[in-house]
């Protein structure tokens, strides 16, 4: 059982490999995220020719240079027929601020197969903030695991998000040490206060914290809060 | 240092024992996450500072929990000659103060909380004082720790390290006699010989379902396949207990220890340790003590000129309690998404990465080097009968003092809350407690003086799981509670059975409505057809048991269910 579904997961096996995007070139500012997120417009199965092909393109834009962001962004005004142009020219201007090759090393530093995956969304995470999708999507390519197949360990494991964390952010601990301690009236207090007009708290929720003596426990950016102290300080954030 | 002979750990242990019992004053900081949240960090530079300041030679170290959560910041003094004294909380405005008095060489009695005038280092050799001769007067006032409640009604097996050493030192380990049991089991003892010596220690899985270990060894053990793995299960997802963190922090040598005395009964030569994604300090803890066993040659290949090879990775989870059954941390560990699998085929037969696997609790592996060094036979002598050895209990919810202890099995619930956890610290009665994280059942007050052992919970419809031991007061309103736990399911469901994934779900919304007042009598008829349904049909145990939160709040506190009912011409 657990090898079919493996199978399912992984891509058939005999199909092309994907081409190499970044044999020996050198990619600056957003160029590679850029160039992955123009790609994601191509249908899948169509993904890897083009690629190729683009690839040459911007080899020959970039004589031998390193590849710049506006190489790619000539490529789109060029070659990419409308609505796909609008698209991906919008995707570009809300692109994540993070750099692709910090992607790339630390898929280098997991080497290995697909059970690898979860040790690198781990490492993205940290780094950027969240799961890029120009981050996933150079993960499936590398590691041959569907990009679907990312997004559900993403959205199923409870430690990964896919947008990025705003200023704050509140982890609220809701095992059922801290819920006996009036933990659930805290959280329905901080819910009010988070989505409130322009608060720049990202409240999220985690079942134990293994902090139990200062139930009900609460994290604001990295420091460890008891129930008292975190409404002060939430109330602070909350008046800047 | 390498250690390639078994008088090599001698040499280690001596110098070990030098840094434990030093010639100068050594000052310990309790420093895991529990410690840490509370300010211990800062504590710590504060009494460097003040040392540098006093010009005293003294050496501060970061050391784990030794169960006394609910003071912490807690600071530990060990001057030469003189007994080691506990105090807590020493908050970092207190730190002056202390560093004078160690300085005058006098004890702050305002904090002190128990004094060990020596150190049962070994469980079976004679301890090692500190000082000797007469305790001086001025010590005499602070409680001993064989007449201080905390610590004379616990028998501390596995956990007895934890708080005293340093994690990240290999000798202070060592220095405990740690690895002893390894390098014994390997140069003494045929695979067969420690197999046998879990099987006679009748030892019983500490994570949930309680499976006799020396069985699954075996199992694995007659498994055909050269490649064979064990995997520590640290994924902890039950909301209610950190002390498996806890242990990582503290003392993580034990369990690298344990992996590689399973690795060798077993035939194993590679393991994985799987933690918990929150568990932050303890991934960096271990990380660093893997190495040191790398280093020290423990690890690796031909341990000991053994001709035996164990190596060891960590595995960070993703997040999920469904990862804490067996199956579906497999599935986690090759990066799929954790859903259990189908059984048979069972672990021991088709593990990780379809080898043969022995998926083993952290506290259950951490036991395996005390039941190697001093045999099986002695081990089964704690506790019960059917429920051998000590057992970590995690106390919390409506304590006066939560945090953990170790305890023979056997032990009833009322002396652990009476004893430990010092009442419910809110002047309210004790209405209900539940054992075994959220699968256990919500148990009535009444039934305080149930013993701790897997037979006698099982058959009170609750189960001992890892040890967690949460109390609720009489504020409690029970059908909230059991909302609450219904929610957590239907939260952590990994949606694979379509019994559970709906059966949670409905199971919500009937609690719901009978909370809203619109519940009927049928309503509680659905709930117990779908549980019954649930318990045959899921395929692991967080299906089967996801009803017995509100089935157990039903059958022991009916009241406060049917009162809500609506009744018939209403």
């Known amino acids: 059982m657990a090898a079919t579904k493996k199978k399912a997961i992984k891509k058939p096996e005999g199909q092309a490999q994907p081409a190499q995007t970044s044999a020996g070139a050198e990619w600056t500012g957003k160029s590679q995220a850029m160039f992955e997120r123009m790609l994601q417009e191509v249908p899948e199965a169509m993904r890897e020719i083009f690629r190729g092909k683009l690839m040459q393109v911007l080899q020959q834009k970039a004589g031998g240079g390193p590849f710049a962001e506006n190489h790619v962004t000539e490529i789109v005004h060029e070659m990419v027929p409308e609505p796909f142009k609008t698209n991906i020219l919008k995707a570009f201007s809300t692109l994540g601020d993070f750099d692709m090759n910090v992607v790339e090393e630390i898929i280098k530093a997991n080497p290995g197969g697909p059970e690898t995956v979860i040790a690198i969304l781990h490492a993205i995470q940290e780094r950027c903030g969240y799961l890029p999708r120009e981050a996933l999507m150079l993960v499936s390519q590398k590691k041959d695991v569907f990009l679907s197949a990312l997004y559900r360990l993403a959205t199923s494991y409870k430690a990964f998000r896919l947008t990025p964390p705003k200023k704050y952010a509140v982890t609220v601990c809701n095992g059922t040490g801290c819920h006996v301690k009036d933990g659930g009236k805290l959280l329905s207090e901080l819910e009010k206060k988070a989505t409130q007009h322009g608060s720049e708290i990202t409240l999220e929720t985690v079942r134990c914290l293994g902090c139990c003596d200062v139930s009900p426990a609460v994290i604001i950016n990295g420091e460890l809060y008891g129930g008292t102290e975190a409404r002060a300080k939430i109330a602070e954030i909350l008046h800047e | ?570």
């Open chain 2, 1 to 570: 240092m390498k250690i390639n002979r078994i008088q090599d750990l001698s040499t280690m242990k001596k110098h070990g024992l030098k840094l434990l019992v030093p010639a100068a004053t050594r000052i310990t900081v309790g420093s895991a996450t529990c410690g840490l949240a509370k300010g211990a960090g800062k504590v710590l530079e504060a009494l460097k500072y003040e040392i540098k300041k006093h010009k005293l030679t003294a050496e501060v170290v970061a050391v784990g929990c030794n169960g006394l959560c609910f003071a912490e910041p807690i600071v530990e003094v060990i001057q030469p000659g003189k007994p080691r004294i506990t105090y807590g909380p020493v908050t970092v405005e207190r730190v002056a103060e202390l560093v004078t008095s160690i300085k005058a060489g006098k004890p702050l009695l305002e904090l002190a909380l128990v004094r060990h005038d020596e150190e049962l280092f070994c469980v079976k050799t004679a301890p090692l004082a500190y000082g000797k001769g007469k305790v001086p007067a001025a010590l005499s006032r602070i409680k001993e720790y064989r007449t201080h409640d905390f610590f004379k009604n616990q028998k501390k097996l596995v956990s007895k390290n934890a708080g005293t050493i340093s994690p990240s030192r290999i000798e202070e380990y060592v220095a405990l006699d740690g690895y002893l049991a390894l390098a014994q089991a390997l140069t003494e003892m045929t695979p067969d010989q420690v197999l046998k010596e879990v099987i006679d220690s009748k030892l019983r899985g500490r994570g949930g379902a309680g499976f006799p270990v020396g069985l699954k060894w075996q199992a694995c053990r007659t498994a055909a396949g050269d490649k064979k793995y064990i995997v520590a299960n640290g994924s902890e997802g039950d909301p209610e207990i950190g002390m498996h963190r806890s242990f990582l922090e503290s003392d993580p040598h034990a369990l690298i220890e344990g992996m590689a005395i399973a690795g060798y009964a077993v035939g194993a030569d590679e393991g994985y340790i799987y933690v918990n994604d929150r568990y932050v300090v303890a991934l960096e803890r271990l990380h660093e003590a893997i190495k040191q066993a790398e280093q020290a040659g423990l690890l690796g290949k031909n341990i000991l000129g053994s001709g035996f090879s164990f190596s060891l990775k960590v595995k960070r989870g993703g997040g999920a309690y469904v990862c804490g059954e067996e199956t579906a941390l497999l599935n986690s560990l090759e990066g799929l998404w954790g859903e259990p699998r189908p059984r048979p085929p069972y672990p021991a037969q088709q593990g990780l990465f379809g080898k043969p696997t022995v998926v083993n609790n952290i506290e259950t592996l951490a036991t395996i080097p005390v039941i190697a060094r001093h045999g099986g036979k002695w081990f089964a002598k704690f506790g019960t009968p059917r429920s051998s050895g000590t057992k970590v209990v995690a106390l919390s919810g409506a304590v006066a003092r939560p945090g953990w202890v170790e305890v023979p099995l056997g032990i009833t619930v009322k002396t652990i809350i009476e004893t430990f956890g010092k009442g419910t610290g809110t002047g309210k009665k004790v209405k209900a407690f539940q054992t075994g994280g959220p699968s256990g059942g919500v148990l009535p007050a009444s039934q305080l003086s149930i013993k701790l052992d897997y037979d006698q919970l099982a058959k009170a419809g609750s189960l001992l799981g890892s040890g967690g031991l949460l109390i609720m007061d009489e504020s409690t309103n029970m059908l909230e509670m059991a909302k609450f736990l219904t929610d957590f399911f239907a939260d952590e469901t990994c949606g694979k059975c379509s019994t559970c994934r709906e059966g949670v779900k409905r199971l919500q919304e009937i609690i719901g409505s009978i909370m809203q007042g619109y519940g009927t009598a049928e309503h509680i008829s659905v709930a117990k057809r779908m549980a019954a349904a649930m318990a045959d049909t899921a395929a692991c145990a967080l299906g089967k048991t996801a009803a017995t939160p509100f089935l157990t709040v039903l059958k022991h506190f009916p009241r406060e269910v049917e009162g809500k009912l609506l009744r018939k011409g209403a």
